[in-house]
């Protein structure tokens, strides 16, 4: 099985910078995507970002220039960052990773860490 384990939220001042990791407990390259999801208060878990294992990455649109995913396979770790953070970012944010058949195959949850942006 495959395990993610992501670092601590924080309370932020608009405008502020975070930066999210998450590790997984196996080599990362074995994932065809892996992803960021946010969910704010009392809505549905939505995708922040995508990085590709070939390294193409995807970022919603209304978090496009500000956040930023990225990879480092030698530490198996995905990374989030967060920049010129809104109000509206606020919200529990998850790392997924997904592999498409074979060994391993399925999707994997980190658990969710809060980050609350203030105004």
């Known amino acids: 099985q495959v395990q993610l384990v992501k670092s601590g939220g924080a309370l932020v001042q608009a405008g502020g910078s975070l930066r999210f990791s998450c590790a997984a407990s196996?080599?990362?390259?074995?994932?065809?995507?892996m992803a960021w999801y946010g969910q704010a208060p009392g809505n549905q878990r939505e995708l922040v970002a995508t990085i590709t294992n070939l390294g193409n990455t995807y970022t919603a649109n209304n978090v496009k220039g500000r956040f930023t995913i990225s990879r480092d396979n030698t530490k198996n770790t995905v990374y989030l960052q967060m920049n010129s953070l809104k109000p509206e970012d606020t919200a529990v944010y998850y790392c997924?990773?997904?592999?498409?058949?074979?060994?391993?195959?399925?999707?994997?949850w980190g658990q969710g860490t809060q980050v609350t942006v203030s105004s």
């Open positions: 196996r080599s990362i390259s074995i994932f065809n995507v």
């Open positions: 997924n990773a997904i592999k498409y058949g074979g060994q391993f195959s399925g999707a994997y």
